[in-house]
């Protein structure tokens, strides 16, 4: 039975200790002297314009070793960077919200094959794009030759777009056309009236035939506002953040946590300032409607909050004496779930959730040990978590346009050599 959810709504409930602790690095396997390398990195890098700022984190075995912030969260105002300040994670979204649909998943909700017109109807019969008018982008379709189901939606092989984001631009202007939302918004619109007209737009290709990084996780959160009966702030702070003490990641931040959020940033005329609004407003996560709960890119967070999150997935879905997952369900996540598209000789291959690192891709270097996942967000945050060594690497911006950014890279290996 699908349950009726309200449009909008965000908790604040009752909170967990944040489960992971500082330590000195050398006991658990980092040398100092290494590690101080990524100090000098950051600084390096900021006295040479290539980011206003950075907070970076390293932990190994369940310990945070590392937690420093280097420059500016407002170059303007001139205010410096803490490492418990507030990034927008965009695309790291991703990972939490396919985590809620394996949750409701273990509870026998549904299967991954089943198609989502089962429980969206308005995805019944998808068509396939036939033809496209620049001019006023009209466009006729074809039927698809089966529908969109649970698992392509996590992996992105459902054939559905991104919009602006999108490589091809048709599905641009398409989507521009609709009023699709693609990520952000501080209008008075639920993410269930967004999802409803996506459902009727043409996709890229038959579902399963391709990989297309798409908007289908998206559709997913508001599915698992459907399954739980429950919105999907509502469901996520229970089921997922207050277990792990992630209370600082939200949709949109309480009051007494805005000042914390970090501004966005660009370079221009040799000074750092404000990114301007564009198809979204920068300022989304602290103002307007407040009811748009994208499971594709809409959470906020801090580099500590997402390192529990990921020691959620190192330690087999438990952390801090609360299980999320099951073993074996983190173990077929983090499979191949698409041998027809990245074959077995790829670096790396997209599982249920994340960027998996294959043998072939650790053999290039610099990227971690076979295993290895991880993704980032579209405002320049990244994340990777190596289960070989038990060892996650997080690193906070909030650029746009920053062409000299050679930080993600150079962290990934600085990571890596601190390693004893």
Same mark, same amino acid.
Request: hydrophobic share 35%.
């Given at each position: 039975?699908?349950?009726? @959810? ?37 600084? =390096?890098?900021?006295?040479?314009? #290539?980011?206003?700022? %950075? ?25 410096? !960077? ?45 068509? !396939? ?38 490589? =091809? ?12 939302? *693609? ?15 996506? +459902? ?18 998206? &559709? ?13 702030? /509502? ?28 501004? /966005? ?8 300032? #404000? ?10 996560? @602290?103002?307007? +409607? ?12 801090? %580099? ?39 074959? *077995? =000789? ?9 960027? &998996? ?37 997080? !690193? ?18 600085? /990571? ?5």
């Amino acid at each position: 039975m699908l349950f009726a @959810v309200s449009a909008c709504s965000q908790t604040d409930l009752e909170k967990s200790p944040t489960p992971l602790s500082i330590i000195p690095p050398e006991k658990p396997g980092l040398s100092q002297e290494r590690l101080s390398r990524i100090d000098s990195m950051f600084k =390096d890098a900021i006295s040479k314009e #290539k980011i206003p700022g %950075a907070v970076a984190l390293v932990s190994r075995n369940g310990k945070i070793l590392y937690h420093k912030a280097f420059g500016m969260a407002d170059n303007e105002s001139g205010r410096i !960077l803490k490492p418990d300040d507030i990034f927008r994670i965009a695309s790291q979204t991703k990972a939490i919200t396919s985590t809620a649909v394996m949750i409701l998943w273990e509870e026998g909700k549904f299967m991954l094959d089943d198609p989502i017109s089962m429980y969206i109807p308005e995805f019944k019969n998808p068509q !396939l794009l036939k033809s496209f008018n620049p001019k006023d982008s009209s466009f006729t379709t074809v039927p698809a030759k089966s529908e969109i189901t649970i698992r392509q939606l996590i992996n992105h092989t459902s054939g559905i777009g991104y919009g602006v984001i999108d490589g =091809d631009e048709r599905f641009k202007m398409i989507y521009h056309k609709a009023g699709i939302i *693609d990520a952000f918004t501080t209008a008075d619109v639920s993410i269930g009236e967004n999802i409803k007209k996506l +459902a009727k737009m043409p996709l890229h290709h038959n579902p399963g035939e391709k990989f297309t990084y798409s908007e289908g996780l998206d &559709v997913l959160g508001y599915f698992c506002e459907l399954i739980s009966g429950m919105p999907f702030d /509502v469901f996520l702070r229970k089921r997922l953040f207050d277990p792990l003490g992630m209370n600082d990641t939200w949709f949109y931040l309480p009051d007494d946590k805005a000042q914390r959020l970090v501004s /966005v940033q660009h370079f221009v005329d040799g000074k750092w300032v #404000k990114y301007p609004d564009t198809f979204y407003r920068t300022d989304y996560p @602290v103002s307007g +409607a407040k009811c748009f709960f994208a499971g594709g890119a809409g959470l906020s967070s801090t %580099a500590r909050d997402y390192a529990a999150f990921l020691q959620m997935y190192l330690n087999g879905g438990e952390l801090n004496g609360r299980r999320i997952l099951s073993p074996t369900t983190i173990r077929f996540m983090m499979s191949n779930q698409n041998h027809n598209i990245w074959g *077995d =000789d790829a670096e790396s291959y997209y599982a249920l959730a994340f960027s &998996v690192l294959t043998e072939r891709g650790q053999a290039k270097g610099g990227q971690g040990s076979t295993g290895t996942f991880g993704w980032g967000g579209y405002f320049n945050t990244i994340y990777f978590a190596d289960p070989r060594e038990n060892t996650i690497g997080i !690193l906070m911006k909030q650029t746009q346009d920053a062409a000299y950014d050679d930080t993600e890279w150079k962290f990934r290996i600085l /990571v890596g050599q601190a390693i004893e």
